[in-house]
Each structure stands twice: as C-alpha cells, then as structure tokens.
C-alpha cells in the first residue's frame, strides 16, 4: 500500500461539516490530525495564514488546502477513487 499523505484538520467542536470530514476520513482509513481551533488561537492563526479562510473545516493534505467538507477534492488529494 502506497505511504498514506500527512493529513491534518482543522477544526472546532461544534462544526458538523468538521465531524461529517473526521467520520469520512475513517471509514476510508485514514489517519488524521486534528488541530481544534476554537480553543488554540495560534492553530487559529497557522490555519487562516495557510488556507486565508476563517470557516472550518479547513483540511491540509500535504500542502493542499481543501476548506469545507469536499468528498471530490478529498479523494482526489488522497487518490481514494
């Protein structure tokens, strides 16, 4: 099996997109870290400077920043489908 992609999400507690992309991401296997940024500013920071969004889900798939629950982009990031 091909190394899987470093993946991280960022998040807040409350976000349904942001649980609908954590159970996703499980079903399909794959690792995740997650990075809450209702409660860290600076991953706030880190996540706006990346990606120039303030909305979550905002997901890093090796540099690629996808923001919101986008099963097309998702896949294709991670060659899924």
């Known amino acids: ?14 976000c349904p997109y942001c649980k609908q ?8 296997e794959i690792e995740y870290q997650e990075m ?3 409660n860290d500013s600076a991953k706030a920071q880190e996540m706006i400077d ?5 909305g ?3 997901i890093d798939i090796e540099g690629e920043m996808i923001v919101g629950f986008d099963k097309e982009k998702i896949d294709k990031a991670l060659d899924l489908k």
């Not at 992609?5 to 507690?13: G, R």
């Not at 992309?21 to 399909?28: A, P």
């Not at 990346?50 to 303030?54: A, D, L, N, P």
């Open 1 to 14: 099996m091909a190394e899987q992609k470093k993946v991280i999400i960022y998040t807040t507690p409350t």
């Open 21 to 28: 992309t954590k159970e996703y991401l499980k079903e399909n």
């Open 36 to 38: 809450d940024v209702a």
């Open 50 to 54: 990346k990606s120039g969004q303030m």
């Open 56 to 58: 979550v889900p905002v």
